[in-house]
C-alpha cells in the first residue's frame, strides 16, 4: 500500500532552517506532481508549492525566494527546504503526491500525515 511519511520538523529560531523529507513507498509505479501544503492553527491548509515530474515548480509568495522543493527520485523522496524561517511559518506541514501504483495503475492523491514546524525565540 502507498504511503507518504515526513519528517526533519522541529523547534527553529527566526532566521533559521530546516530540511523536510517526504518518502513515498509501496508498490510504487509512477509518481506525478508532488507538493507540500502547511496549516497553521485555526487557519485553513494551504499550498506551499509544488514541483512536477519535469522538475518545473512554483511557490506560494509568501515563501518564494526562501523555500525550494527538490526531488532524488531514486529514493522517491521529496524534500523542503526552508531558509530563513519567520514566526508566522509556524504550522503543520503535509506532502502530498499524484501517485500510480503497481496494483491497479491509477493515479491516486496521497497525503503524508504531516510534520511539525515550530519558529520562535
Known amino acids: 500500500q502507498v504511503q507518504l511519511v515526513e519528517s526533519g520538523g522541529g523547534w527553529v529560531q527566526p532566521g533559521g532552517s530546516l530540511r523536510l523529507s517526504c518518502v513515498a513507498s509501496?508498490?510504487?509505479?509512477?509518481?506525478?506532481?508532488r507538493r507540500w501544503y502547511r496549516q497553521a492553527p485555526g487557519k485553513e491548509r494551504e499550498l506551499v508549492g509544488w514541483i512536477s515530474r519535469d522538475g518545473s515548480s512554483d511557490y506560494e509568495d509568501s515563501v518564494k525566494g526562501r523555500f525550494t522543493i527538490s526531488v532524488d527520485n531514486a529514493k522517491n523522496t521529496v524534500f523542503l527546504q526552508m531558509n530563513n524561517l519567520k514566526p508566522e511559518d509556524t504550522a503543520v506541514y503535509y506532502c502530498?503526491?499524484?501517485?500510480?501504483?503497481?496494483?491497479?495503475?491509477?493515479?491516486?492523491?496521497?497525503w503524508g500525515q504531516g510534520t511539525q514546524v515550530t519558529v520562535s525565540s
Open positions: 509501496g508498490g510504487i509505479f509512477s509518481i506525478t506532481a
Open positions: 502530498n503526491a499524484d501517485i500510480a501504483a503497481y496494483s491497479d495503475y491509477r493515479m491516486i492523491t496521497y
